[in-house]
């Protein structure tokens, strides 16, 4: 699990660089970090570390949820880089890349 540092980049801000503690996913908002780390999405990352799911119909049955939800919320988290989303032959299997955040707030 890598750790995954959390910045809100304004419009207009200077990128930061490389430091140690330089952010390593990028939020335009406040209100989409909140959404996107979510109580709930964290729970999601935590149970597709943990179950280790081979496909979103296991991930569905685990969860409770529809297929095309986990779908949406999984392709949103993948744009974050937070999940992965491994193709197989038929089915995409989840793959969690981070699941501890670090919130810098300037």
């Known amino acids: 699990m890598k750790r995954c540092v959390v910045g809100i980049r304004r419009t207009g801000w200077p990128e930061v660089g490389a430091a140690k503690d330089a952010p390593t996913v990028w939020f335009p908002s406040m209100a989409t970090m909140a959404a996107v780390l979510s109580e709930d999405n964290q729970s999601l990352l935590r149970l597709i570390r943990d179950?280790?799911?081979?496909s979103l119909t296991e991930l569905?049955?685990?969860?409770?949820r529809q297929v095309p939800n986990l779908s949406r919320t999984l392709r949103m988290m993948e744009g974050y880089g937070?999940?992965?989303?491994?193709?197989?032959?038929?089915e995409i299997e989840p793959?969690?890349?981070?699941?501890s955040?670090?919130?810098l707030i300037d």
């Open 60 to 64: 569905a049955e685990l969860t409770g």
């Open 101 to 103: 955040f670090k919130i």
């Open 82 to 90: 937070l999940v992965e989303l491994k193709k197989n032959v038929r």
């Open 95 to 99: 793959i969690a890349l981070a699941t």
């Open 51 to 54: 179950r280790r799911p081979k």
